[in-house]
């Protein structure tokens, strides 16, 4: 299959793994590249911008094809090396960057200067337009049925992908909800050039978290999933647990005056504990609604090449015939 974001990235398959903490690694990234799509190693996840030259080293031993990187731009008390990770991702001849968080203005001259394509990540078809404005090649429009982070409009992709197909000119990729040959079909439908995934590669073979986390996908219903952070404007979609119902209820009882110091112990820090150690109690992690739709745990390619064939069958047989009589 061939779109706009085939040939930007260079990639067999319109499918973009996205950056996700403590799980973006270069097992992960690899077994995506290998079976045509994009994989993608979260910057941030790796300690220091030497630790993420290692993770590219160790992705290009278990790849020949392009992977890209994650760069999350975000508030922090204690600012990463943002230079020190594009060095590495420069010297690291990496030459897709996935952008998320705030603004990569600042950053996009020396990414552009050595030839690397930037997607950025979006919540909001203004967003989008800002992206395409400052000189994005492409970017990644979010729904709010995604896992993670998807902003504050609570507008689902029926709606905000046709409004991002009325309104861009650089080629975006749908994300959130997709999971399957469907969700290709259908973003294509509506304007998309692709997707991203990302709760569904969590429920794969090389994904290298611990396998309660899988399992807990798989068990998962669309119904499972709940929005915390709203009153902090920094709404996070995660899978709900004993610490999320724990978080809920402090918002709840706290109203306007709560503040992040009053839910730290359900947010910061836990990602290790869960996706290392399978503690599926220990805090909020990511998850999308699209948990509803997974229901087993294929090798990268299997689920790729299931994707692909599955997307291609409802385009050329089911639609064909509709129009066929």
């Given at each position: 299959?061939?779109?706009?974001?085939?040939?930007?990235?260079?990639?067999?398959?319109?499918?973009?793994?996205?950056?996700?903490?403590?799980?973006?690694?270069?097992?992960?990234?690899?077994?995506?590249?290998?079976?045509?799509?994009?994989?993608?190693?979260?910057?941030?996840?790796?300690?220091?911008?030497?630790?993420?030259?290692?993770?590219?080293?160790?992705?290009?031993?278990?790849?020949?094809?392009?992977?890209?990187?994650?760069?999350?731009?975000?508030?922090?008390?204690?600012?990463?090396?943002?230079?020190?990770?594009?060095?590495?991702?420069?010297?690291?001849?990496?030459?897709?960057?996935?952008?998320?968080?705030?603004?990569?203005?600042?950053?996009?001259?020396?990414?552009?200067?050595?030839?690397?394509?930037?997607?950025?990540?979006?919540?909001?078809?203004?967003?989008?337009?800002?992206?395409?404005?400052?000189?994005?090649?492409?970017?990644?429009?979010?729904?709010?049925?995604?896992?993670?982070?998807?902003?504050?409009?609570?507008?689902?992709?029926?709606?905000?992908?046709?409004?991002?197909?009325?309104?861009?000119?650089?080629?975006?990729v749908a994300s959130g909800g997709m999971a399957d040959g469907r969700s290709l079909a259908a973003a294509l439908a509506l304007g998309a050039e692709g997707m991203n995934m990302g709760t569904r590669f969590i429920a794969t073979q090389e994904a290298p978290v611990h396998e309660n986390v899988k399992q807990a996908i798989v068990a998962a219903s669309?119904?499972?999933?709940?929005?915390?952070?709203?009153?902090?404007?920094?709404?996070?979609?995660?899978?709900?647990?004993?610490?999320?119902?724990?978080?809920?209820?402090?918002?709840?009882?706290?109203?306007?005056?709560?503040?992040?110091?009053?839910?730290?112990?359900?947010?910061?820090?836990?990602?290790?504990?869960?996706?290392?150690?399978?503690?599926?109690?220990?805090?909020?992690?990511?998850?999308?609604?699209?948990?509803?739709?997974?229901?087993?745990?294929?090798?990268?390619?299997?689920?790729?090449?299931?994707?692909?064939?599955?997307?291609?069958?409802?385009?050329?047989?089911?639609?064909?015939?509709?129009?066929?009589?």
């Amino acid at each position: 299959m061939k779109t706009r974001i085939t040939e930007l990235f260079g990639i067999e398959h319109p499918i973009i793994q996205g950056g996700m903490h403590h799980v973006g690694y270069a097992e992960l990234a690899a077994a995506v590249a290998n079976a045509g799509g994009l994989g993608i190693i979260t910057a941030l996840t790796q300690p220091s911008p030497e630790a993420l030259a290692e993770e590219i080293r160790r992705c290009r031993e278990m790849t020949d094809k392009p992977f890209g990187v994650n760069l999350t731009f975000l508030p922090s008390v204690k600012q990463p090396d943002y230079p020190g990770y594009i060095e590495a991702i420069i010297r690291g001849g990496v030459k897709a960057v996935e952008t998320a968080g705030n603004n990569p203005q600042k950053w996009l001259p020396i990414l552009k200067e050595n030839g690397i394509k930037v997607i950025h990540k979006c919540t909001a078809v203004r967003h989008a337009l800002k992206a395409e404005a400052i000189g994005c090649d492409a970017v990644s429009v979010d729904g709010f049925e995604c896992g993670g982070h998807p902003g504050e409009d609570d507008v689902p992709n029926f709606i905000l992908l046709p409004r991002a197909a009325e309104e861009l000119k650089i080629p975006f990729v749908a994300s959130g909800g997709m999971a399957d040959g469907r969700s290709l079909a259908a973003a294509l439908a509506l304007g998309a050039e692709g997707m991203n995934m990302g709760t569904r590669f969590i429920a794969t073979q090389e994904a290298p978290v611990h396998e309660n986390v899988k399992q807990a996908i798989v068990a998962a219903s669309e119904l499972d999933t709940r929005l915390v952070m709203r009153p902090l404007r920094n709404t996070e979609r995660v899978m709900n647990n004993a610490a999320v119902e724990r978080l809920l209820e402090k918002e709840k009882r706290l109203g306007a005056s709560i503040k992040f110091e009053d839910i730290v112990e359900e947010v910061a820090g836990v990602y290790p504990r869960i996706m290392k150690t399978g503690e599926m109690d220990a805090g909020a992690w990511s998850c999308g609604m699209v948990a509803g739709l997974i229901h087993d745990i294929p090798t990268v390619q299997q689920l790729i090449d299931r994707i692909m064939a599955e997307a291609e069958g409802i385009i050329r047989e089911r639609l064909t015939k509709m129009l066929n009589g």
